[in-house]
Each structure stands twice: as structure tokens, then as C-alpha cells.
């Protein structure tokens, strides 16, 4: 491209570009320099955005993984990862999240690889990534007994986390320091946890029983002694995007957990509040899930009570993880294998959202579907036990749910 020199004596001299260019001829005059040079630039522009189109598409390949973890799909999930690693190969959340999917298929040592390989990575650097995968690994090695390797990365996670975090990875520091009879670090980890009841030592001791001590803290949510159940060899599609307990700021699972065992049923409830629930807001709506939490442990459980909720804008967000069992049919047998889905909202006093039905429909049918639950087997909760829940108008829009999984 060649501009022509500027004349002072002729004001309207054209500019031309060399015939080189498009394959023939053109003359701009002077006065349209301007505009032509900022459409080049423009289209400079655009150029350049188009070579960043891979972030969204990653970004949301993310979402759906972890989306699958939460619904306890890891086998398809960790396609998602894969494909991720595929074009960034140091993918930090990539490769834990890999890690996840091989610690539920109890395939140790290529998870163990895999969270090294984040270690290593070069967004590993990122503050707000630090400590995660030294803590799964902790958690992997004090699980298989190494408490000296256990130790080594969880006081790398403890030093580098802050808050509950911090406070989970001195449980199970304690732990391993308790293990290998290292005073100064179980008073250390020890000094950074706030719950320390009877009844959470005495279920650690039976969880750890090597090493001794009086009153040994507690301890993340034991693993469970049976896996959450693979997906079935053929794919299944349409999984809804989930919300993280991250989103909602989840509190710490207390240890009083139980493995969920077999998945052979659903259960749909209404969250029930005094009042009509209105709140659509991201925000709003992640402090009442929250809340539900907080008044759910005042009782004694672990954990907030059900599996999911959907709230009035359809968004689904991880509740109690797949592999526990929930605390919201009744009784323990009701809740053994019974995922609990709660819908926000009074449901005797207004009307669910069409957003909400459609959530609703698609997160059932994909569960029903990943576990091989017949529509028979899909309950309001006033099926289960005596109680209006999940309220009249959201009662046959669950027997319609029943009736198109059959």
C-alpha cells in the first residue's frame, strides 16, 4: 500500500493505491485519508479479536465440566477437561478438575499425576488458585496412609489458603502430623480450628486411627467407602449448567457425613418459606441458599439438606455433594440414594416460574436418565411422608415429570 505524498499547492490531489493491492486501481482523494484509516483500523481490530475466540469457548468447556462433576457425571467430564488440556495444555483448573474425576474412580496414581502436573503448571502462580491441588494431594496421600508425603502438602496448602480453606487444610494437617507424632505441627494446625467437638474427634479417630492424642480436631467430610455410580457406557446429553457451592459461598461440611451409596430415586421439594419467595438476583439468591445452609447445620446436619436447588430464575446450584446422602425426606432410610432437588419458593402461596419448571424438567430428566431412575421413582416430597411439600401448585408439575420419564 503506498499513500501519495501530500501537495501543498493542490489541496484535492488524490491518494491512489497501487494497482498490486485489490487488482486494479484506486484514488481517494485527500480529505478521505482520515476515514480510510480508520476503517483500516477497525478491521485491524476485528482481526485481532477474532484470534482470542478460543477463551469463551474454553471458558465455557470449564463450566460444563465441573457442571458434570456437581451432577456426578466424571467420566464425561473429564472429556471436557481433556479437550481443554488439548489447547492449553497448562490449564491449572483443567488438570485438578482431572484429578477429581480419577480420585472418584479410585484410580489413585493418575491422580496423584495429574495434581503434580498442576503444581508444575505456570498458573499455578495465580493467588487465587493457590493451595488447591497441594490439598486434594494431601488429602490422596493421607488417605493411603503416607502421612509424611500427606503432611508436606497440606502444610503447603495451609500456609498459602486463608479462611475455611485454611481451616479444612489444619484438620486434616492435624492429622498426619498426629500420625508421625509431630508436636509442633498438630499445635500449629490445631491452633487454626475453631470446631472442635466430641462428637467430630470421635468420628475423625475412627476415620484415622493411626497415631493416638486426647482430642484430635476434626476433619473434612470423610471419602466415601462406595463411589457415586458411573455414567452408563452410552453418552448422556443435556446436562443443565450448575452453579457452584463456591457461588453461594458454602460453609465447611461438617464430618457427621454418610456415602449416598446406590442412586434409585428423586425427590422434589419446595424450599417453603414463611412468605412468597420473589428474589431473582445472582446475589440475593446465593445469600438465601447460604442461609439454608447455616439453619440446616443448627440442627445437627452436615451440610445444607438437599442436592440442588433451582431458583425463581431457573439457574441450578450445587447443593450437598452426590456422594453423601441428603438430609430432606425425613428419615435416614427415605434419604439413602435419594437425590433432593428444592425448588425456591412457597409453592402454596404462588405460582412456580416458568423458568424454574423448565430447570426443573431438564435437571430431573438428565438425573433420572445419568442414574437410571424409572419415572415411577420420582416423588414430591408429600409422596414420601406426610407434609404439603413442595405445595399444590408445584405438585402436577412433578406427577407430569413422573409420567414423560416413563
Not at 342 to 358: E, H, M, R, S
Amino acid at each position: 500500500m503506498r499513500w501519495v505524498r501530500r501537495d501543498p499547492q493542490r489541496r484535492a490531489r488524490p491518494a491512489s493505491i497501487g494497482a498490486g493491492t485489490f487488482g486494479f486501481p484506486l484514488r481517494f482523494p485527500h480529505r478521505l485519508r482520515l476515514r480510510f484509516r480508520l476503517g483500516i483500523a477497525f478491521f485491524a481490530w476485528a482481526a485481532a479479536g477474532c484470534t482470542v475466540t478460543q477463551t469463551p469457548r474454553r471458558d465455557s468447556d470449564l463450566v460444563y465440566a465441573q457442571s458434570l462433576g456437581a451432577l456426578g457425571d466424571y467420566r464425561q467430564a473429564e472429556v471436557l477437561y481433556r479437550s481443554v488440556l488439548s489447547r492449553d495444555p497448562d490449564n491449572y483448573v483443567a488438570l485438578v478438575g482431572i484429578a477429581r474425576c480419577h480420585r472418584q474412580a479410585r484410580e489413585t496414581d493418575a491422580a496423584i499425576e495429574a495434581l503434580q502436573a498442576a503444581i508444575r503448571s505456570s498458573e499455578a502462580a495465580d493467588p487465587a488458585v493457590h493451595g488447591e491441588a497441594e490439598g486434594l494431594l494431601g488429602d490422596i496421600y493421607l488417605e493411603k496412609r503416607d502421612y509424611k508425603a500427606a503432611r508436606e502438602q497440606l502444610t503447603i496448602a495451609f500456609d498459602r489458603t486463608t479462611g475455611e480453606a485454611r481451616e479444612s487444610h489444619a484438620m486434616r494437617l492435624y492429622v498426619a502430623c498426629r500420625a508421625l507424632g509431630d508436636k509442633a505441627g498438630m499445635d500449629r494446625a490445631y491452633a487454626a480450628i475453631r470446631n472442635r467437638t466430641d462428637r467430630t474427634f470421635a468420628m475423625l479417630r475412627d476415620h484415622h486411627p493411626a497415631g493416638s492424642a486426647s482430642r484430635p480436631a476434626a476433619t473434612s467430610p470423610p471419602s466415601p467407602r462406595e463411589p457415586v455410580p458411573r455414567a452408563p457406557e452410552s453418552r448422556v446429553t443435556g446436562a443443565p449448567r450448575i452453579l457452584s457451592r463456591e457461588q453461594w459461598h458454602a460453609g465447611r461440611v461438617r464430618s457427621n457425613t454418610e456415602p449416598m451409596g446406590r442412586i434409585t430415586r428423586i425427590t422434589i421439594h419446595h424450599t417453603g418459606e414463611e412468605s412468597p419467595c420473589y428474589l431473582r438476583g445472582l446475589a440475593e439468591t446465593a445469600e438465601r441458599i447460604h442461609a439454608f445452609q447455616l439453619t440446616h447445620q443448627r440442627r445437627g446436619w452436615a451440610d445444607i439438606a438437599y442436592h440442588f436447588i433451582v431458583d425463581r430464575g431457573g439457574r441450578v446450584w450445587a447443593g450437598r455433594s452426590l456422594e453423601y446422602v441428603g438430609a430432606h425426606a425425613g428419615n435416614p432410610n427415605l434419604n439413602q440414594g435419594n437425590i433432593g432437588v428444592a425448588v425456591l419458593g412457597n409453592f402454596n402461596k404462588q405460582i412456580p416460574t416458568d423458568d424454574q419448571i423448565t430447570s426443573l424438567r431438564q435437571l430431573v430428566i438428565y438425573l433420572a436418565k445419568r442414574y437410571n431412575v424409572p419415572g415411577s421413582r420420582i416423588y414430591s416430597h408429600g409422596e414420601m411422608r406426610q407434609t404439603d411439600c413442595p405445595g399444590r401448585y408445584l405438585e402436577k408439575h412433578v406427577d407430569q415429570l413422573g409420567r414423560a420419564i416413563r
